[in-house]
């Protein structure tokens, strides 16, 4: 993994996760197995949809936005994923959040992983496949900003105090965009 200077935190970089099947081929598995939910999140006192579908697998409940997420099994797609991720990033993660973005209108809002039980200082290791998206992320202190194509195939690990002093999200885009399949991977302590 190639490591991204920024201040106040850790990135890395790797262009293409090293696993056994095409980016073409884990996006069709993803899609197919994957039980998608379309979530509605509390924002601002209110309850709204998230602009995206999503699927929580694992381990572990987790708990953010004003809801508690309960863990499906990992499949065995999200646990050889799960391996080459850990071997490459040398840590380890017991549940993943997965985000579909069916097109150019879904997006994330600007958030930080900050919640409890990830830790003080998580490790988040998102990896992508299908299209490319810009992930955006802004100093919560800082004017700064720094922006990522997370391309087919790729792999970023956010660590260290990047989550405490950073937000990160992803715009909606005019542009036509084709589908694309985010997975977070997370360790959940207690």
């Known amino acids: 993994m190639l490591p991204i200077p920024v201040e106040d935190g850790e990135l890395s970089f790797m262009i293409q996760l090293p696993l056994g099947l095409s980016n073409a081929e884990i996006v069709r598995q993803l899609v197919d197995e994957t039980e998608w939910k379309a979530e509605t999140i509390f924002l601002f006192g209110r309850e709204v949809p998230q602009p995206r579908l999503s699927a929580w697998y694992g381990e572990k409940s987790y708990t953010y936005s ?13 646990l050889a994923i ?23 209108n879904d997006s994330m809002g600007f958030h ?27 100093h ?7 922006k990522l194509d997370l391309t087919d195939g790729s792999l970023l690990l956010m660590s260290g105090k990047l989550q405490n002093c950073w937000r990160h999200g992803i715009n909606k885009e005019r542009t036509p965009r084709g589908p694309r399949i985010n997975l977070t991977f997370r360790l959940i302590c207690g």
């Open 66 to 78: 004003g809801r508690t997420f309960h863990p499906l099994p990992f499949t065995p797609l999200q």
């Open 112 to 138: 930080s992983d900050d919640e409890p039980e990830l830790g003080r200082e998580p490790a988040i290791a998102s990896v992508s496949f299908g299209e490319t998206r810009t992930f955006i992320l802004k």
């Open 140 to 146: 919560k202190k800082l004017p700064r900003t720094l």
């Open 82 to 104: 799960k391996r080459v991720v850990e071997e490459v990033s040398g840590r380890k993660f017991n549940s993943v959040l997965l985000n579909y973005y069916r097109d150019g």
